[in-house]
């Protein structure tokens, strides 16, 4: 079993540099640092307490948002293109970037890049910076020589995803705000207008319908058991947490989000799109189909589609063709089966994934647009039907009363 050492050494140019290294004996991954050509000055095995000590003290305020790190592809392809050395990129890079965990994570990139290693096996020392599956990315394109391509297609799909995570944020800020407002003025007619109103009907004598002595029995629960209904509802929040840890039941809820319509749909789409995207760089970078497989299951954040993922690569390393095996799931629509089986036969895989690309870019802002058009009138209509049933609630006695004593 691998373990962890930290080192420090020096490298060709006579700096100390330090890191850590993989190996499963202290010999072993000494041997690894004089590969690259570093003469070890003190090398010792990561403890766990060390481990703990630089969780606890080494936290980074701020995370890597989709925004700069699609920056940084875009910068880093521009650069690369204009001829620029890889080591004076990410200097110049690090320099401009605002996060400053990232930046210095940049810069320790170059670094080891210094110490002798390639681009790709220097970002993975930074996981909380560049994702494993840029990292993948990346080390295709030094293999195939295509790093400005890889670099230029990471950056578009990086800001494919900031822009459409923009455009769900923008179309779901006013329906949650109106959402929270509407819910405010459901707990001030339920704890504060109706027992108001409850006093005058209990002075007065006067006969309730069904409605108003529920709403009268929902407002006296709210306002003496509160205690109570907080903590139920956290342990129901807990509880559910604890089902979401059981893999059939996370499976089951993440299927039944991705038929949720509206946003279970959307989001669906955005992982369709983010499949035809990533899969098509792959195989367009040489990568092999089966490589290419193992790697695409981190690309879903849903689990349901995780799992159909590996059950696909299964599929496909037991004989059976990308195509079918996709058809076989309901993950994946007809049209993705059909166009992904024309590709298979003409030898366009990677151009027809493109294809599949643009089309469920298209159909993600047409999903949008609709969220954005129809979510605000189901708003109102639900919370507004249920203010008007609260205030016809209270309105029906007291109109009975007017009509008892206007006949008198």
Request: glycine share 6%.
């Amino acid at each position: 079993m691998e373990k962890q050492y930290i080192y420090k050494a020096k490298d060709r140019q006579g700096e100390t540099v330090s890191g850590m290294v993989n190996g499963q004996t202290l010999r072993e991954a000494a041997l690894v640092l004089q590969t690259q050509n570093l003469i070890v000055l003190e090398i010792k095995e990561k403890k766990k307490s060390e481990e703990f000590l630089k969780k606890e003290f080494n936290i980074r305020i701020r995370s890597v948002t989709g925004d700069a790190f699609s920056r940084f592809c875009r910068q880093f392809y521009i650069m690369l293109k204009a001829g620029i050395p890889i080591l004076k990129c990410l200097e110049l890079i690090s320099a401009e970037t605002e996060n400053k965990g990232f930046a210095e994570d940049i810069f320790g990139v170059g670094r080891r890049i210094q110490s002798g290693a390639s681009l790709s096996q220097a970002m993975t020392a930074y996981p909380k910076s560049f994702p494993s599956l840029f990292i993948f990315m990346v080390a295709a394109g030094e293999m195939s020589g295509n790093l400005n391509v890889i670099l230029f297609k990471l950056a578009e799909h990086y800001e494919t995803e900031e822009k459409n995570r923009r455009q769900l944020q923008q179309t779901l800020f006013y329906p949650m705000i109106l959402s929270i407002v509407f819910v405010l003025v459901l707990i001030f007619l339920i704890t504060t207008v109706l027992p108001t109103f409850a006093e005058m009907f209990v002075v007065m004598n006067v006969e309730l319908p069904q409605s108003t002595r529920l709403l009268m029995e929902l407002s006296h629960g709210l306002s003496t058991g509160w205690p109570m209904i907080i903590l139920t509802l956290t342990a129901l929040v807990a509880g559910f947490v604890f089902l979401m840890e059981i893999e059939s039941v996370a499976n089951l809820k993440d299927w039944l989000k991705m038929k949720t319509p509206l946003i279970g749909i959307l989001d669906h789409k955005r992982s369709l799109a983010r499949i035809a995207t990533i899969l098509g760089m792959f195989l367009g970078s040489g990568v092999d189909l089966l490589v290419a497989l193992n790697h695409l299951e981190g690309v879903a954040d849903n689990r349901y589609i995780k799992r159909e993922l590996r059950v696909l690569r299964e599929k496909v390393v037991s004989g059976t063709s990308l195509s079918h095996g996709m058809a076989e799931s309901q993950v994946f629509p007809s049209l993705f089966c059909q166009l992904v089986a024309i590709g298979e036969v003409s030898g366009s895989l990677p151009e027809v994934l493109d294809t599949l690309n643009l089309i469920y870019a298209d159909e993600i802002r047409t999903r949008i647009q609709l969220l954005h058009t129809s979510l605000e009138p189901l708003i109102l209509l639900i919370f507004g039907g249920l203010v008007l049933c609260i205030l016809a609630a209270i309105m029906l006695p007291v109109l009975d009363l007017y009509s008892v004593y206007s006949s008198m």
